[in-house]
């Protein structure tokens, strides 16, 4: 019983920027983790970045490091995404997740099956 909305999306010059949003409701109570996932056409959906609801601790693929930031507004229970110096590869449909059991392994987080719930997606499209 819990929803993810993204929002955010749209068409961006390479070089520039988006903050992509992700809005949980319903039983969001004791949430453990909320990721993003993209996926590009013809491709697998990819990793990009979590972050822990309590304590912050954020993780990241090693092509998002630099240029994306993940973040959370307990009050609104909202995750972000700052993506900044966006390239052309980026264009995907951008997927947030939530997670609400505890894990136990090191990278559990980038799988995707370890996930919950999902969000519909949001359209990122980076023009040369």
């Known amino acids: 019983q819990v929803q993810l909305v993204e929002s955010g999306g749209g068409l961006v010059q390479a070089g520039g920027s988006l903050r992509l949003s992700c809005a949980a409701s319903g039983r969001t109570f004791s949430m453990y983790v909320m990721a993003w996932f993209r996926q590009a056409p013809g491709q697998e959906r990819e990793f990009v970045a979590a972050?822990?609801?309590?304590?912050?601790?954020?993780y990241y693929a090693d092509s998002m490091k630099g240029r994306f930031t993940i973040a959370r507004d307990s009050a609104k229970n909202t995750v972000l995404l700052q993506m900044n110096s966006l390239k052309p590869e980026d264009t995907a449909v951008y997927y947030c997740?939530?997670?609400?059991?505890?894990?136990?392994?090191?990278?559990?987080?980038?799988?995707?099956?370890?996930?919950?719930?999902w969000g519909q997606g949001t359209q990122v499209t980076v023009s040369s």
């Open positions: 997740a939530a997670e609400f059991t505890a894990k136990y392994s090191s990278t559990w987080y980038t799988r995707g099956s370890e996930y919950d719930y």
């Open positions: 972050i822990r609801w309590s304590g912050g601790n954020t």
